[in-house]
């Protein structure tokens, strides 16, 4: 017995995939709690009950204000999170660095049928 | 697929997406499959480079000396008598004591109160302290 997941032709079961990337070198919106800092990315109409959001992979920097920048590692690393705020809208998010975060990171919405 | 370049208030690129179907916004624009404008300013029908502003880093105590010791050009009596001149007393005592050793920062007053202290005991000119803060040691550089 093991692990239920996807059948075996799972591709047919997918209705569309998108894709892209973020490279924000500074002006990440500001906001509170998850959307500390955010970027709106704006996709084509999908069915948010059927698609699924997430980060594939990501680099980012914190400035110290004074000019100065930081590729972070494990223990302060800004982690970007995926979601969709509504059927057109990605919301790229982080909600845990300080100072002012640059951001890179690639996307993919998967919708299934 | 449709790939968009997606641009900020200020019309740069800071997005590239790869979309199922069209999408009509004035902040998205479309692109050529191979095309990666990130970073660029769509301006009247085309991406422009954008020039990066210069930032400069923070340096320690010791790059800081060097860099005025190289601008000045000073000898080592020169560099001597730079650090016993009476004069500068308390400006090196406040350097000693106030300043970290790894944080000299360019714009800080500290910066320009020590650059002022060395012009005004004439161990550099103003033309000189100029050319040190063009110098200054930048981000990537």
Redesign the interface.
Same mark, same amino acid.
């Given at each position: 017995m093991g692990i239920s997941t996807f059948p075996a032709d799972s591709s047919s079961q997918i209705a %569309? !995939?998108? /894709? =892209? +990337? #973020? =490279? !924000?070198?500074s002006?990440l919106s500001s906001g509170s709690g998850q959307d500390k800092f955010y +970027?709106d990315?704006? !996709? %084509?109409? #999908?069915d948010t009950t059927k698609a699924v959001a997430t980060v594939v992979g990501s680099f980012s920097f914190t400035a110290n204000g /004074?000019?100065? +920048?930081y590729a972070n590692y494990a223990s302060s690393a800004i982690v970007p999170y995926a979601r969709l705020t509504s059927s057109?809208n990605l919301r790229i998010h982080t909600g845990n660095p300080n100072g002012s975060p640059r951001l890179m990171c690639s996307w993919k919405v998967v /919708?299934y049928a | 697929m449709m790939r968009y370049a997606q641009i900020n208030t200020n019309s740069i690129c800071i997005a590239v997406s790869n979309l199922k179907g069209e999408v009509t916004a004035a902040h998205m624009i479309p692109i050529a499959d191979d095309a990666n404008p990130i970073g660029k300013k769509w301006e009247n029908g085309t991406w422009n480079d954008v020039a990066t502003p210069i930032t400069y880093r923070t340096i320690n105590k010791m790059e800081a000396i060097k860099l005025v010791i190289t601008h000045a050009g000073m000898d080592a009596a020169a560099e001597e008598a730079m650090y016993d001149d009476p004069n500068l007393s308390l400006l090196w005592k406040r350097w000693n004591n106030w300043v970290p050793y790894d944080d000299i920062n360019r714009d800080k007053p500290d910066v320009a109160e020590f650059l002022g202290g060395l012009i005004a005991a004439g161990h550099m000119t103003q033309a000189q302290v100029d050319a040190l803060m063009a110098d200054w040691p930048k981000v990537g550089g």
């Amino acid at each position: 017995m093991g692990i239920s997941t996807f059948p075996a032709d799972s591709s047919s079961q997918i209705a %569309s !995939i998108q /894709e =892209g +990337y #973020v =490279g !924000i070198a500074s002006g990440l919106s500001s906001g509170s709690g998850q959307d500390k800092f955010y +970027y709106d990315v704006t !996709i %084509s109409a #999908v069915d948010t009950t059927k698609a699924v959001a997430t980060v594939v992979g990501s680099f980012s920097f914190t400035a110290n204000g /004074e000019g100065t +920048y930081y590729a972070n590692y494990a223990s302060s690393a800004i982690v970007p999170y995926a979601r969709l705020t509504s059927s057109t809208n990605l919301r790229i998010h982080t909600g845990n660095p300080n100072g002012s975060p640059r951001l890179m990171c690639s996307w993919k919405v998967v /919708e299934y049928a | 697929m449709m790939r968009y370049a997606q641009i900020n208030t200020n019309s740069i690129c800071i997005a590239v997406s790869n979309l199922k179907g069209e999408v009509t916004a004035a902040h998205m624009i479309p692109i050529a499959d191979d095309a990666n404008p990130i970073g660029k300013k769509w301006e009247n029908g085309t991406w422009n480079d954008v020039a990066t502003p210069i930032t400069y880093r923070t340096i320690n105590k010791m790059e800081a000396i060097k860099l005025v010791i190289t601008h000045a050009g000073m000898d080592a009596a020169a560099e001597e008598a730079m650090y016993d001149d009476p004069n500068l007393s308390l400006l090196w005592k406040r350097w000693n004591n106030w300043v970290p050793y790894d944080d000299i920062n360019r714009d800080k007053p500290d910066v320009a109160e020590f650059l002022g202290g060395l012009i005004a005991a004439g161990h550099m000119t103003q033309a000189q302290v100029d050319a040190l803060m063009a110098d200054w040691p930048k981000v990537g550089g």
